[in-house]
């Protein structure tokens, strides 16, 4: 049986997805970014460890913040495991930084990650979202509008034979 090369390896998708970010936010605006992890923490999200709901991302000073985003420990590890809910930075270029900073101090708009997963040349990138909260009218909207597409593509099926 042939090995998987790593081109095989990233077609597998996210490593961990933040579904609620979707339905509670209405993204703005989208940044990817870097992960600072330590060595057991990549292979816990190799192996499919990671959890991003409740988390969010936090810029301090002149640096970004994960704050919340869980990473199981990793069972080989034995004595030298990571703290599961520390907080990791975020790799981001200093303008990147700045820009979403004066956007996060207007009203209303938050750092959600949505998404990890590991790009082309192996590395943990996160995939953040500039965000403003949904109202429960807007989730109630959108709920209405994708009930009337389901209905619609339901009718159509017939014709398209």
Not at 91 to 117: C, D, M, N, S
Request: hydrophobic fraction near 30%; glycine fraction near 10%; charged fraction near 35%.
């Amino acid at each position: 049986m042939a090995t998987k090369s790593r081109k095989d390896k990233n077609k597998e998708g996210p490593v961990a997805v933040n579904k609620k970010a979707y339905r509670n936010f209405e993204i703005i605006e989208k940044y990817e970014a870097g992960l600072g992890l330590l060595g057991t923490e990549v292979k816990s999200l190799r192996s499919g460890g990671g959890d991003l709901s409740g988390s969010y991302a936090r810029i301090e000073g002149e640096q970004c913040w994960l704050v919340g985003a869980g990473v199981a420990q990793y069972r080989q590890a034995g004595a030298r495991q990571h703290d599961p809910t520390r907080k990791r930075k975020l790799l981001l270029h200093k303008a990147e930084i700045r820009k979403i900073k004066t956007k996060l101090e207007q009203r209303g708009f938050t750092l959600v990650p949505l998404r990890i997963y590991f790009n082309d040349r192996g590395l943990a990138k996160i995939e953040l979202a500039l965000a403003r909260g949904k109202r429960q009218y807007d989730k109630r909207q959108a709920i209405a509008k994708r009930d009337q597409k389901r209905d619609i593509d339901r009718s159509m099926k017939k014709y398209r034979k």
